[in-house]
T-cell receptor, first 115, second 114 residues
Framework: AQTVTQSQPEMSVQEAETVTLSCTYDTSESDYYLFWYKQPPSRQMILVIR??????QNATENRFSVNFQKAAKSFSLKISDSQLGDAAMYFCAYRGGGSNYKLTFGKGTLLTVNP | DSGVTQTPKHLITATGQRVTLRCSPR?????VYWYQQSLDQGLQFLIQYYNGEERAKGNILERFSAQQFPDLHSELNLSSLELGDSALYFC?????????????FGPGTRLTVL
């Protein structure tokens, strides 16, 4: 079974600085998808960024980018120019490329942004 | 706003009772997923429906059941409730049950069992 590990339960960053959240996963599949979701205090799950395993190029979405290392099974999220609104719980998630489309989530990293 | 709606927002009930959680997917989405978020287990996949048919099951208890109706809304039924069922229940939807689709989440239903 696939597992997703987020080794940093909590992280903090100063406003306008850069922070990197770590995620590793375990899978025997070659085709899969990886996601970062953000859960602010409102509890809404918001998609931040996604990465297809077959793509070598790292995904970027404005201030958010990933460092996808397929051989190392690592998928970290970099947040540049951190803003107060970035404070939230961040979840890394895995989905296989087969017929089961469930998301497997890590335990999450709570990000605090200090003014 | 993801376009996925869930009702009710909050639900407080007693042990042994039965409740129904409702989800309306985004317009055009045919696939619905249910997830449970608890302090003990984190975020866990429960069940998936596509166009009215069950497609995949996760760690869903036998006391729980779900269905997707012809208008594509879905209901999650929880019966013989226990204290440990207290959690945030999310519904997510995607256009198709394909690997390329992203799942968009609703705001969740907070269930408290007393």
């Amino acid at each position: 079974a696939q597992t997703v590990t987020q080794s940093q339960p909590e992280m903090s960053v100063q406003e306008a600085e850069t922070v990197t959240l770590s995620c590793t996963y375990d899978t025997s599949e070659s085709d899969y998808y990886l996601f970062w979701y953000k859960q602010p205090p409102s509890r809404q799950m918001i998609l931040v960024i996604r990465q297809e395993a077959y793509k070598q190029q790292n995904a970027t979405e404005n201030r958010f980018s990933v460092n996808f290392q397929k051989a190392a099974k690592s998928f970290s999220l970099k947040i540049s120019d951190s803003q107060l609104g970035d404070a939230a719980m961040y979840f890394c998630a895995y989905r296989g490329g087969g017929s089961n489309y469930k998301l497997t989530f890590g335990k999450g990293t709570l990000l605090t942004v200090n003014p | 706003d993801s376009g996925v709606t869930q009702t009710p927002k909050h639900l407080i009930t007693a042990t042994g009772q039965r409740v129904t959680l409702r989800c309306s997917p985004r317009s055009g989405d045919l696939s619905v997923y249910w997830y449970q978020q608890s302090l003990d287990q984190g975020l866990q996949f429960l069940i998936q429906y596509y166009n009215g048919e069950e497609r995949a099951k996760g760690n869903i208890l036998e006391r729980f059941s779900a269905q997707q109706f012809p208008d594509l809304h879905s209901e999650l039924n929880l019966s013989s409730l226990e204290l440990g069922d207290s959690a945030l229940y999310f519904c997510a939807s995607s256009p198709l049950p394909s690997g390329t689709d992203t799942q968009y989440f609703g705001p969740g239903t907070r269930l408290t069992v007393l």
